[in-house]
């Protein structure tokens, strides 16, 4: 067995090995989501069979994490919460009590909270959501509206308008010196 003392030893090694078999160390990082959420529609899961479908205007944030990206892959994924406030259309078939109260268009403000994973490639949004809606403490007791804090469960799609750009390597070093 050959000992080396404390001796300090150089290489050259040229640029093209160096660039050839070297590799960039990065870190993979997730980041931060925030933007405006809507369900153009909601299916109301019923344990008796008979879900409700219904479209109506709703409107809030969505706030969620943004999973690492690889390089090999096109997409993102995302975990998204969602907090809204919907317009929603109480009829005589959906509340259990002072349905004489009702007119034909009954719209009533609620709280909705959702949750649900979410994919984009080139900008493009699209995600599975559940959720669940709270009528006001008053209009609750008032109606007994039957889907209140009920699940149900929706669609999103959407288009980023504020989206991350990844720098190339070539772009990152050009135009440093300018000045």
């Known amino acids: 067995m050959k000992a080396y003392n404390d001796a300090t030893r150089y290489f050259k090694v040229s640029m093209a090995d160096i660039n050839m078999y070297a590799s960039n160390n990065t870190r993979l990082t997730g980041s931060l989501a925030f933007g405006l959420i809507n369900f153009p ?4 899961i019923r344990s008796h069979g008979d879900g409700d479908f219904a479209g109506a205007f709703n409107f809030g944030a969505g706030l969620g994490y943004t999973f690492p990206k690889r390089k090999y892959r096109n997409a993102t994924f995302s975990m998204i919460t969602g907090y809204s406030i919907s317009n929603t259309i109480l009829d005589k078939s959906a509340v259990r009590r002072n349905e004489g109260d009702l007119v034909e268009t009954n719209n009533y403000s609620a709280f909705s909270i959702s949750i649900g994973p979410m994919v984009e490639n080139n900008r493009v949004q699209a995600g599975l959501f559940f959720g669940t809606d709270l009528l006001s403490k008053i209009n ?16 999103g799609i ?3 308008i504020f989206s991350k750009q990844e720098a190339t390597a070539e772009g990152s070093n050009k135009d440093v010196n300018k000045n």
């Open 41 to 44: 529609f909601k299916y109301r």
């Open 140 to 155: 609750q007791e008032r109606f007994g509206w039957k889907h209140q804090g009920k699940p149900w469960i929706s669609i």
């Open 158 to 160: 959407g288009y980023s």
